[in-house]
């Protein structure tokens, strides 16, 4: 089996740890990417630069590429690209090429701030609570400010009062305010099963962020967070493959600030930790 990593930048971690999985299978680990700098191409046994995942050539670059390299199962890793991704994925599959990616329905949850604070409220997952900005005055500073359809760290603000908060709205496009939760940082990867129950869950500590994807981090047996993943698994509508989802921890309260329907980027800790979602990813292709 030959695999495809898309968006594959500086994921070399990830490229590395798909070879060693595919090594036993005599397969090979390729990669694609929108720039010509990417450290992980270089790391990849085959790659080649593709247009924007939003060009209308997107699908026929990739599927072209695949064919070429016999590329039977795709890893998307960038949260712009899942949208696409889940829509073409009937598409790849008739080329019997698989996608790890979720359906459509939790990919417009993920990708999008309110959407996951309503999803969290709905399920009754412990979240941080969401404003209209026009409700300024009353609100608990400080506040977090961020694009409602962001990535990564792009855009979030700290608002300590409301003249902070009114100058960074006027400047975030298509802005969310939420309450500034409390305590550690956590990310935990989660593997959804064909039948939408968590097959394993591993929770790590956000030592230090770089762009807002980790960069030190340590794994931490922390049950009440793996619960919220086999529960998480279990609600959203059409999760499976490898998804996270982030949150903020201290004494008294847990609050799930995000949800990520792709690998996340400390995903290689949960891998050396003995949680191997590209072997699952295998088995189920």
Not at 53 to 64: G, I, L, P
Not at 74 to 102: N, Q
Not at 199 to 213: C, N
């Amino acid at each position: 089996m030959n695999v495809l990593v898309s968006s594959a930048g500086r994921r070399g971690a990830l490229v590395r740890l798909i070879r060693e999985t595919l090594r036993p299978y005599g397969g090979r680990v390729c990669a694609v990417d929108m720039g010509p700098w990417s450290s992980a191409c270089r790391l990849a046994d085959a790659w080649q630069l593709v247009p924007r995942f939003d060009d209308e050539e997107f699908f026929e670059a990739v599927a072209e590429f695949c064919k070429r390299n016999d590329v039977e199962l795709i890893v998307p890793t960038h949260d712009l690209e899942l949208a696409v991704y889940s829509r073409l994925s009937p598409l790849f599959e008739s080329l019997g090429i698989h996608v790890a990616c979720s359906g459509t329905k939790t990919v417009e949850i993920a990708s999008d701030k309110l959407k996951t604070f309503h999803f969290l409220k709905q399920v009754g997952i412990p979240t941080v609570e969401c404003w209209d900005v026009e409700d300024s005055a009353a609100l608990p500073y400080p506040l977090v400010i961020k694009p409602r359809c962001g990535s990564g760290s792009d855009g979030v603000r700290i608002a300590e009062d409301e003249e902070e908060l009114r100058f960074y709205h006027k400047r975030t496009p298509n802005p969310v305010v939420q309450s500034r939760a409390a305590g550690d940082e956590y990310t935990i990867n989660f593997f959804v099963g064909p039948n939408r129950e968590c097959l394993s869950a591993v929770p790590h500590l956000r030592v230090e962020t770089r762009g807002g994807e980790v960069s030190k981090c340590v794994t931490k047996r922390h049950y009440p967070l793996i619960e919220i993943a086999q529960q998480l698994a279990a609600s959203l509508p059409d999760a499976r493959g490898p998804l996270c989802f982030q949150a903020f921890c201290n004494d008294d309260e847990i609050r799930v600030i995000e949800i990520n329907a792709r690998f996340g980027g400390g995903y290689p800790i949960a891998h050396q930790a003995g949680a191997n979602f590209v072997q699952l990813l295998i088995e189920m292709v």
